[in-house]
C-alpha cells in the first residue's frame, strides 16, 4: 500500500512554469508506473505524463514539450515540471502510482492558468 500527496500547485499566467511533487509514503523504485493526471471541471480525468520503474515515458500529445516527468527512485518522490503554461492546462492535477495491480491516487492539486 502507498499513500500519496501531491503539492506545489497555484496560480500562474499563461507562459509561466510550476513544479509539482508527489510524495509517497514508502520507496518508489519498485512501484511499476507512477503518473500525473489531470481533471479539468466538466471534463473526463486524462493522462498527462506517467512514468514506469524502468524509466520509459509517455505523454499526453497535449503537453509535449512542455512538460517533464521524473522520479526520484533513490527517494520517495515523483516530480512534474510545466514550462509554457497554457490557460487550457488548468485542472486538478493527481498523482498515481501502480503497485502489484492496484492503484493509488493522491488528493490531487490544484493549478490555474490565467490568460
Known amino acids: 500500500q502507498v499513500q500519496l500527496v501531491e503539492s506545489g500547485g497555484g496560480l500562474v499566467q499563461a507562459g509561466g512554469s510550476l513544479r509539482l511533487s508527489c510524495a509517497a509514503s514508502r520507496a518508489i523504485f519498485n512501484i511499476d508506473a507512477m503518473g500525473w493526471y489531470r481533471q479539468a471541471p466538466g471534463k473526463q480525468r486524462e493522462l498527462v505524463a506517467v512514468?514506469?520503474?524502468?524509466?520509459?515515458?509517455n505523454y499526453a500529445d497535449s503537453v509535449k514539450g512542455r512538460f517533464t516527468i521524473d522520479r526520484d527512485n533513490a527517494r520517495t518522490r515523483m516530480y512534474l515540471q510545466m514550462d509554457s503554461l497554457k490557460p487550457e492546462d488548468t485542472a486538478v492535477y493527481y498523482c498515481?502510482?501502480?503497485?502489484?495491480?492496484?492503484?493509488?491516487w493522491g488528493q490531487g492539486t490544484q493549478v490555474t492558468v490565467s490568460s
Open positions: 498515481k502510482a501502480d503497485l502489484r495491480s492496484r492503484s493509488y
Open positions: 512514468k514506469t520503474s524502468a524509466g520509459s515515458t
